[in-house]
């Protein structure tokens, strides 16, 4: 297990993941969010392949459809 700072709180999940299988074991849809990691908007397209590494520091966002 690793500990991770995800939206100002420690979060923790299991070590050697990918930033796309972090999200979905945080319980995120990750098609709904936006990723800043580590200070950095990270492109959707690198999600597969980025490392998450302890003390990482991840601000999602969730998308909200709907409005008048």
Do not use: H, K
């Not at 990918?18 to 200070?39: D, H, I, M, T």
């Not at 990270?42 to 998308?63: C, G, K």
């Amino acid at each position: 297990m690793i500990t991770l700072q995800v939206n100002g709180e420690l979060r923790q999940c299991s070590a050697g993941l990918s930033l796309e299988q972090v999200l979905a074991e945080l319980g995120y849809q990750p098609r709904l969010v936006v990723v800043e990691f580590n200070g950095a908007i990270l492109s959707r397209q690198a999600w597969p392949t980025q490392p998450v590494v302890e003390s990482d520091v991840l601000e999602v966002v969730t998308i909200v459809g709907g409005g008048s």
